[in-house]
């Protein structure tokens, strides 16, 4: 059946992958320096003999290339199993902390108070003591400032705090061009805000955040709150889709924690970090065998943090990609925007990732569109991977634009450092075919040119 | 990865080759249905044949089309359900259930079957409307 097998030749030439930003593979550097730990070198980093030592010297060098990609001192490097455990341990952690210091101070008032009523006359407590007592820590829970198109790791760890009535939490909305403002984190902080977690680069959209504008805007803040003798606000950033593109000296960023992932810097899945600066109070939220400094129990995964380690390096060292995967998503916009009518880009163009392109193409719905594609052998996501199995449209494009239509019909196209301008061409091509083809279908597209 | 193992075969051909696509000029009644806050709009129209006996239920669809906004399997779900009205007279076409429509499609993944649910209530709303313009 030669016709056939010619036709699968056809289909087997081209198969492109723009879909970096729900994962990247792993880089063969990466995976070199890997291999030794999945084989002969598999000692646990807690054992005293040659093979737990040999792991321990692994996980060191690592977390110093990691030290030098974020500017930090070692001991600050917390490897987590992932970006979504990371997000979890700075904002659990750190409230979690907030807690333990309160329930400090609480013990000693009571030892206080029970002083104070051994010396009254009787042990009668006023029935409504206790629910103003509640009234009062409900007033004073702590106060967290996030936006509303933040990961689910960080949106579902707010909710949760919430719930729980551990926290209290200010959900940003962020401008039309896909950006939180310095200005409006600074109006929401109030007295009790002691955390405020702005993600640096958007991984629906792309949009590239103001970090270190609100990084040095809560420095500004704390500084007048240490001359008070109140306590601090600590900065969060989720940086698990800037780390390639974008500075992530944490001085610079003037930013107290930090997120990493390694799957999306080719480094492989089940492995992050978290970045804590020195006495940032945050508390364990896994508990066990006291690894990672206390921060995180469980047996280190050796081979990952070697990954993760050699993916930093690599960043340090390659200078040249940002730029050419800038020159490649601007040649692919152009020429979408020109090509296929009625599209537009969402998010702003000038503060965005080189890596992320992401398309409303009007009329259509963005499941059918990354179905279409896929039988062309071209991988993208309706916005995140994460939330491709929910029915809800993407929050990320509902917070920016308030319209379910564009939220259904919006395609994300992320770039890597393995993508081509032929993989683009090709992809155009398709795209081009599938779109005027679901457009047709569609109850608001364009049959013949009676409608809008 | 075979795409079967997000949509089956059947589904697949009625959402790239769908049947029955289009508007009718003209049509005895029009069913639309959802919005885009659920993902899916389904515009559904037909062409209906009045019984001799003058009885609604008798009435026969002769034509049906539609315009769908949503994922694979609403495309598929509003093809297959205008392929299995076609030629049946009301009270039959009102007798096909939403799990009827996903069978003959060869099942629908469990997140996705709301969109049988949806191209059963496009057929409602559309005789519904055929029924109304009669009765007026």
């Given at each position: 059946?030669?016709?056939?097998?010619?036709?699968?030749?056809?289909?087997?030439?081209?198969?492109?992958?723009?879909?970096?930003?729900?994962?990247?593979?792993?880089?063969?550097?990466?995976?070199?320096?890997?291999?030794?730990?999945?084989?002969?070198?598999?000692?646990?980093?807690?054992?005293?003999?040659?093979?737990?030592?040999?792991?321990?010297?692994?996980?060191?060098?690592?977390?110093?290339?990691?030290?030098?990609?974020l500017?930090?001192?070692?001991?600050?490097?917390?490897?987590?199993?992932?970006?979504?455990?990371?997000?979890?341990?700075?904002?659990?952690?750190?409230v979690?902390?907030?807690?333990?210091?309160?329930?400090?101070?609480?013990?000693?008032?009571?030892?206080?108070?029970?002083?104070?009523?051994?010396?009254?006359?009787?042990?009668?407590?006023?029935?409504?003591?206790?629910?103003?007592?509640?009234?009062?820590?409900?007033?004073?829970?702590?106060?967290?400032?996030?936006?509303?198109?933040?990961?689910?790791?960080?949106?579902?760890?707010?909710?949760?705090?919430?719930?729980?009535?551990?926290?209290?939490?200010?959900?940003?909305?962020?401008?039309?061009?896909?950006?939180?403002?310095?200005?409006?984190?600074?109006?929401?902080?109030?007295?009790?805000?002691?955390?405020?977690?702005?993600?640096?680069?958007?991984?629906?959209?792309?949009?590239?955040?103001?970090?270190?504008?609100?990084?040095?805007?809560?420095?500004?803040?704390?500084?007048?709150?240490?001359?008070?003798?109140?306590?601090?606000?600590?900065?969060?950033?989720?940086?698990?889709?800037?780390?390639?593109?974008?500075?992530?000296?944490?001085?610079?960023?003037?930013v107290?924690?930090?997120t990493?992932?390694?799957?999306?810097?080719?480094?492989?899945?089940?492995?992050?970090?978290?970045?804590?600066?020195?006495?940032?109070?945050?508390?364990?939220?896994?508990?066990?065998?006291?690894?990672?400094?206390?921060?995180?129990?469980g047996?280190?995964?050796?081979?990952?943090?070697?990954?993760?380690?050699?993916?930093?390096?690599?960043?340090?060292?390659e200078?040249?990609?940002?730029?050419?995967?800038?020159?490649?998503?601007?040649?692919?916009?152009?020429?979408?925007?020109?090509?296929?009518?009625?599209?537009?880009?969402?998010?702003?163009?000038?503060?965005?990732?080189?890596?992320?392109?992401?398309?409303?193409?009007?009329?259509?719905?963005?499941?059918?569109?990354v179905?279409?594609?896929?039988?062309?052998?071209?991988?993208?996501?309706?916005?995140?991977?994460?939330?491709?199995?929910?029915?809800?449209?993407?929050?990320?494009i509902?917070?920016?634009?308030?319209?379910?239509?564009?939220?259904?019909?919006?395609?994300?196209?992320?770039?890597?450092?393995?993508?081509?301008?032929?993989?683009?061409?090709?992809?155009?091509?398709?795209?081009?075919?599938?779109?005027?083809?679901?457009?047709?279908?569609?109850p608001?597209?364009?049959?013949?040119?009676?409608?809008? | 990865?075979?795409?079967?193992?997000?949509?089956?075969?059947?589904?697949?051909?009625?959402?790239?080759?769908?049947?029955?696509?289009?508007?009718?000029?003209?049509?005895?009644?029009?069913?639309?249905?959802?919005?885009?806050?659920?993902?899916?709009?389904?515009?559904?129209?037909?062409?209906?044949?009045?019984?001799?006996?003058?009885?609604?239920?008798?009435?026969?669809?002769?034509q049906?089309?539609?315009?769908?906004?949503?994922?694979?399997?609403?495309?598929?779900?509003?093809?297959?359900?205008?392929?299995?009205?076609?030629?049946k007279?009301?009270?039959?076409?009102?007798?096909?259930?939403?799990?009827?429509?996903?069978?003959?499609?060869?099942?629908?993944?469990?997140?996705k079957?709301h969109?049988?649910?949806?191209?059963?209530?496009?057929?409602?709303?559309?005789?519904?409307?055929?029924?109304?313009?009669?009765?007026?």
């Amino acid at each position: 059946m030669p016709a056939v097998y010619k036709r699968f030749k056809k289909v087997g030439q081209m198969r492109v992958y723009l879909d970096y930003a729900a994962t990247s593979p792993v880089k063969p550097e990466v995976r070199k320096a890997i291999l030794s730990y999945l084989a002969q070198d598999f000692g646990n980093p807690s054992s005293i003999h040659s093979w737990g030592r040999k792991a321990r010297q692994a996980i060191d060098e690592a977390r110093e290339k990691l030290a030098k990609l974020l500017n930090c001192k070692v001991e600050e490097i917390i490897f987590t199993a992932g970006g979504t455990e990371a997000d979890n341990l700075a904002i659990q952690g750190l409230v979690s902390k907030y807690w333990e210091n309160r329930e400090r101070f609480k013990e000693n008032g009571k030892q206080y108070g029970k002083q104070k009523s051994e010396k009254g006359k009787s042990n009668f407590q006023f029935p409504t003591s206790k629910p103003i007592s509640n009234f009062q820590e409900l007033i004073s829970l702590p106060h967290i400032i996030t936006s509303q198109f933040e990961h689910h790791a960080v949106l579902k760890t707010c909710e949760i705090l919430e719930k729980e009535k551990k926290a209290k939490v200010t959900y940003l909305k962020p401008n039309r061009e896909g950006i939180i403002e310095v200005e409006s984190v600074r109006q929401a902080i109030n007295p009790n805000t002691v955390l405020v977690t702005i993600m640096y680069v958007n991984n629906e959209i792309g949009t590239l955040q103001p970090i270190r504008e609100i990084g040095k805007m809560i420095e500004t803040e704390n500084k007048k709150r240490v001359k008070e003798g109140r306590g601090r606000i600590y900065f969060h950033t989720d940086a698990v889709q800037a780390v390639e593109y974008f500075p992530t000296d944490v001085n610079y960023l003037h930013v107290d924690l930090l997120t990493l992932a390694g799957h999306k810097i080719g480094a492989p899945k089940g492995i992050g970090a978290l970045y804590i600066r020195k006495s940032t109070p945050v508390s364990a939220i896994i508990f066990g065998g006291g690894q990672e400094g206390g921060y995180r129990a469980g047996t280190e995964n050796v081979a990952g943090i070697v990954g993760l380690g050699k993916a930093a390096e690599i960043i340090i060292n390659e200078k040249k990609t940002p730029a050419k995967i800038q020159k490649l998503s601007e040649y692919f916009i152009d020429r979408i925007l020109k090509e296929i009518p009625e599209t537009e880009l969402n998010g702003s163009r000038k503060y965005r990732s080189p890596a992320n392109v992401n398309l409303y193409f009007k009329h259509i719905e963005g499941e059918s569109i990354v179905l279409s594609l896929d039988l062309e052998q071209v991988a993208v996501s309706t916005g995140s991977a994460c939330t491709s199995l929910a029915l809800e449209p993407s929050h990320v494009i509902l917070s920016v634009f308030d319209d379910p239509k564009r939220a259904a019909g919006s395609v994300r196209f992320s770039l890597g450092h393995q993508t081509t301008r032929q993989e683009l061409d090709f992809t155009i091509g398709k795209l081009k075919k599938v779109i005027k083809h679901l457009r047709k279908i569609s109850p608001y597209g364009q049959s013949g040119q009676k409608r809008g | 990865m075979a795409i079967e193992s997000l949509y089956n075969k059947k589904v697949m051909e009625h959402f790239l080759k769908p049947k029955n696509l289009g508007e009718i000029k003209n049509p005895s009644g029009v069913g639309r249905v959802g919005n885009p806050v659920c993902g899916d709009v389904m515009e559904l129209y037909l062409k209906i044949r009045e019984a001799k006996s003058k009885k609604l239920d008798e009435a026969k669809i002769i034509q049906a089309k539609f315009k769908t906004f949503g994922c694979g399997a609403a495309i598929a779900s509003s093809s297959m359900m205008t392929e299995m009205i076609k030629g049946k007279n009301l009270k039959q076409a009102l007798k096909i259930s939403n799990l009827a429509v996903s069978e003959a499609l060869g099942g629908l993944p469990p997140i996705k079957r709301h969109c049988s649910v949806l191209a059963k209530e496009a057929l409602q709303r559309a005789i519904a409307s055929y029924q109304k313009n009669k009765a007026d």
